[in-house]
């Protein structure tokens, strides 16, 4: 018995059949790792990893800022053929690798300072954890585990060089000070015996007896500082007044006529220490403060039982009429 023609409906159910079983046959064979191979129209196959290998890298020697220093440097290399190359030919992509590597750390390390070592080991390991085509563009390359240091002896020599800048600018601050102190003294305290009795006079707090005693001394400080002989002026009191206990004795210091007009000026044999003093801090004989130094010198004399002598004082230097004192008998103007 002869088969009829199938229908064309069948047909087409028996097409629509035998495509959905394909489809799912392909489906079922991506989502296994292995399974049965499928015609070449409906394989999906996944692109073949990287071929990535690796390389130690002992330590080298790179160079940095210094021509003297020179970084030490070790990394992990890691590297890949590219796409139109395969690791399984003649040449030696290993050695490419390194050289790719210490090519990029080269580039980097010879531009920074050797005392920032470790610094510079965080920013290179930066710099080549990227992969990147070699010069060569037969492989990629990058690098794991990046190590720089610099060798013992000269990281020890690199910490002195630091202890001695250091101390320098520390000694450089302090010869700067003193010498600031030295010019203040010759130039300004010690400019001339005058300026040096007013800068001792407010030092110790405008204690004018001790001032006093310590004149000649002062005088051949301002002297010596200026290498110049010391004033006529001031010559008095080299053996008057530097002795605590000369300041006031049975007769007012005097001079003889001669050494007095030559110091003075003022051609009067009676000159004596007091009016070298004045005559030295520039008072005039119009000049109130003569007066009212004079004033407290006679003080200092009264209290030290002396009254002639603070009498002498006054009569000579604050007499009664000559100038108008205030309440508390002190001239105007004091």
Same mark, same amino acid.
């Given at each position: 018995m002869l088969f009829a023609p199938w229908p064309l409906w069948a047909a087409f159910a028996a097409t629509f059949a035998i495509f959905g079983l394909l489809l799912f046959r392909t489906r079922n064979t991506r989502s296994q790792p292995k399974g =049965?191979?499928? $015609?070449?129209?409906?394989?999906?196959? $996944?692109?073949?990893?990287? &071929?990535?290998?690796?390389?130690?890298?002992?330590?080298?020697?790179?160079?940095?800022?210094? $021509?003297?220093y020179r970084f030490?440097?070790?990394?992990?290399?890691?590297?890949?053929?590219?796409?139109?190359?395969t690791a399984e030919s003649e040449t030696n992509y290993a050695a490419l690798a390194v050289n790719a590597i210490l090519e990029r750390a080269r580039g980097l390390t010879e531009l920074r300072d050797p005392g920032h070592a470790s610094l510079v080991q965080h920013e290179l390991a930066g710099a080549l954890g990227e992969m990147q085509v070699d010069s060569t563009k037969r492989l990629l390359a990058r690098a794991e585990s990046v190590r720089l240091a610099l060798p013992g002896p000269d990281q020890e020599r690199l910490d002195k060089l630091a202890e001695v800048r250091k101390e320098e600018a520390i000694w450089e601050h302090e010869r700067k000070y003193e010498q600031n102190r030295r010019d203040y003294l010759q130039h300004d305290v010690?400019?001339?015996?005058?300026?040096?009795?007013?800068?001792?006079l407010a030092k110790n707090d405008d204690q004018v007896d001790r001032t006093v005693k310590d004149i000649g001394l002062l005088a051949q400080l301002s002297s010596a500082a200026n290498n110049a002989a010391i004033p006529q002026t001031f010559l008095p009191f080299l053996s008057q007044f530097t002795a605590p206990d000369d300041l006031f004795t049975d007769d007012l210091p005097t001079m003889n006529g001669a050494a007095a007009a030559?110091?003075? =000026?003022?051609?009067?044999?009676?000159? &004596?220490?007091?009016e070298a003093f004045f005559n030295a801090m520039g008072f005039s004989h119009s000049d109130p403060r003569r007066r009212l130094l004079a004033r407290q010198f006679a003080e200092l004399a009264t209290k030290h039982g002396?009254?002639?002598?603070?009498?002498?004082?006054?009569?000579?230097?604050?007499? $009664? =009429?000559?100038? &108008?004192?205030?309440e508390e008998g002190w001239p105007d103007g004091s």
């Open positions: =049965g191979s499928l $015609p070449a129209a409906f394989a999906f196959a $996944p692109a073949p990893a990287a &071929d990535v290998r690796a390389t130690r890298l002992p330590d080298v020697l790179l160079p940095s800022e210094s $021509p003297d030490q440097f070790s990394a992990m290399v890691m590297w890949s053929p590219t796409a139109t190359e010690l400019k001339d015996p005058g300026s040096a009795v007013v800068w001792w030559a110091s003075t =000026g003022y051609g009067e044999p009676d000159q &004596d220490g007091f002396r009254q002639d002598v603070a009498e002498e004082l006054i009569r000579r230097y604050d007499p $009664p =009429g000559e100038s &108008d004192v205030n």
